[in-house]
């Protein structure tokens, strides 16, 4: 099978980045996005402790704090 080449700049088309699953269909994936919009929730709104949410999702303590920063789960764009 051709690997596809871009015709502007003659290099080769990297789709692997495309096809990489993201969020809850990630076969590794923790949470769904309805888990993670009422962790922000009751953090944000309600002001729960990231030890609560830990506790709660059983999940670690830098998975919380990334979600909380939407470094990881950003919102669609």
Known sequence: MAIPIN???KQAIDN???T???RESHP??????IQV???RKLHEVDNVAPAVL???FNISRST??????????????
């Open 20 to 22: 990489h699953k993201k």
């Open 28 to 33: 590794n994936a923790k949470l769904t996005q």
């Open 7 to 9: 015709p502007l700049s």
């Open 54 to 56: 830990i506790e709660r």
């Open 64 to 77: 919380v704090s990334s979600i909380l920063r939407y470094q990881t789960w950003k919102p669609p764009k």
């Open 16 to 18: 692997t980045r495309a």
């Open 37 to 39: 919009d009422e962790m």
